[in-house]
């Protein structure tokens, strides 16, 4: 069973960090590629960040580049979502997903950025 857990959310003021980690279990980490989705309320998901498989190449919606960082560490299969320099409209839940574009996702974790 594909399960992924999602942690290290919570209330951060504007500008702050946070370090997002997703365990992922029951498949083949090293064979996925994975990504970030954010839902804000009242909003469509939105995909922010994915890496290949293999580690080698990254993307970034264009409102997170420069400031989010997405890694995995093959050993403990965990991917990672470093969010630096935080806004307000950074709010939503964050969900892991195995799968560039599409796949299936974690329960989330809540972000929030406010003063």
């Known amino acids: 069973e594909v399960q992924l857990l999602e942690s290290g959310g919570g209330l951060v003021q504007p500008g702050g960090s946070l370090t997002l980690s997703c365990v992922g279990s029951g498949f083949t980490f090293k064979l996925w590629g994975l990504s970030w989705v954010r839902q804000a309320p009242g909003k469509e998901d939105e995909r922010i960040a994915s890496?290949?498989?293999?580690?080698?190449?990254?993307w970034y919606e264009d409102s997170v580049k420069g400031r989010f960082t997405i890694s995995k560490d093959f050993a403990k299969q965990v991917l990672y979502l470093r969010m630096n320099d935080l806004k307000p409209e950074d709010t939503a839940m964050y969900y892991c997903?195995?799968?560039?574009?599409?796949?299936?996702r974690g329960q989330g974790t809540q972000v929030t950025v406010a003063s």
């Open positions: 890496i290949k498989s293999d580690g080698t190449s990254t």
């Open positions: 997903q195995r799968g560039e574009v599409i796949g299936e």
